[in-house]
């Protein structure tokens, strides 16, 4: 299918692997058709039938294009580039160095610590009112799942992802995007344990009033408290 009469043509892919597949395929489709900052994206639909892809797989690319700083959706327009981007320039997963899942997470652990202390610090300074709602929504579903169904790993991802977007710091979002492959193995029960950190699930309340009340020294040590338990128990149960 041809958008448009003077861009390159994108193709139909395989059914692997589409969501990495489709970012690819559409940043080399921005670098071949020149597009510039400011340009119109193709349409969803449009998306959707030159790639022979979903619309669930489209909305996560551009979603991910959005979290990098390379989009913007206007509503009842849109999505628009915001700066120029080739399939050798978007984001590519990181790759770790390790034989065995333990070094693994104790290696994610080590950039964790980095990142989500500060993220919680900035986000006790920086949350709005609006924000606060959301972490709040975000830790009530966690703490919903935890107790009802005993496993709460994508609503606890979901509740720091609530604090990384109250620092209102797009640079959050777009190293979490860089390094989403790597950090999701921690919400993905590893060690075949769905109760993997569940000791760390009452620092999340805490974590949340330490935000609440404005207090970032309080926010970085509750926030590191949740990782030191992760920690023991990566080292536990990797015995």
């Known amino acids: 299918m041809n958008i448009g009469n003077t861009r390159p043509d994108l193709q139909p892919l395989p ?3 589409r969501t990495r597949a489709v970012l690819k395929a559409l940043a080399d489709y921005i670098e071949r058709s020149k597009l510039k900052a400011g340009d119109r994206l193709p349409a969803e639909r449009e ?5 022979a892809v979903g619309r ?3 909305r996560e690319v551009i979603r991910q294009f959005q979290a990098l700083g390379v989009v913007e959706s206007r509503k009842g327009s849109g999505t628009y580039l915001l700066r120029a981007v080739s399939a050798g320039t978007v984001h590519m997963p990181l790759s770790i160095d390790a034989m065995h899942l333990r070094d693994a997470l104790l290696k994610t652990l080590d950039v964790r610590r980095g990142l989500e202390a500060e993220a919680g610090a900035l986000a006790a300074i920086r ?4 924000d606060l709602a959301t972490i709040e929504a975000r830790l009530n579903e ?3 799942a935890h107790n009802v169904k005993g496993s709460s790993s994508r609503e606890d991802l979901a509740f720091h992802l609530a604090i990384y977007d109250a620092t209102h710091n ?7 995007e860089q390094m989403r492959e790597a950090f999701e193995r921690f919400w993905d029960r590893p060690f075949d344990r769905p ?3 569940r000791r760390s699930f009452p620092f999340h309340r805490q974590l949340y009033d330490a935000i609440a009340a404005g207090d970032p020294a309080r926010a970085r040590e509750k ?3 949740i990782l030191q338990v992760v920690e023991e128990d990566i080292k536990d149960m990797a015995k």
């Open 127 to 130: 949350r709005t009112p609006e």
């Open 142 to 144: 966690m703490e919903y």
């Open 223 to 225: 926030t590191l408290a």
């Open 15 to 17: 059914p692997a692997d």
């Open 170 to 176: 797009s640079l959050f979002p777009q190293l979490l």
């Open 195 to 197: 109760d993997f950190a």
């Open 56 to 58: 669930s797989t489209v």
């Open 47 to 51: 998306l959707m039938q030159a790639l």
